[in-house]
């Protein structure tokens, strides 16, 4: 079995705007992970 884990991240601000080369976003790490098994 294959089990991978991600840390989740929390938007401030910029969430659509890094979607367009050049514009930057703010996010902080949150103490939540999304886990998944193969």
């Known amino acids: 079995m294959i ?3 991600a840390p989740g991240k ?5 969430e ?3 979607t367009e080369p050049g514009y930057k ?3 902080i ?3 939540r992970f ?3 098994s193969i």
Not at 10 to 14: H, T
């Open 34 to 36: 999304v886990t998944a």
């Open 3 to 5: 089990q991978v884990k």
């Open 10 to 14: 929390l938007y401030i601000a910029g």
């Open 29 to 31: 790490a949150v103490d």
């Open 16 to 18: 659509y705007a890094v």
């Open 25 to 27: 976003s703010v996010l």
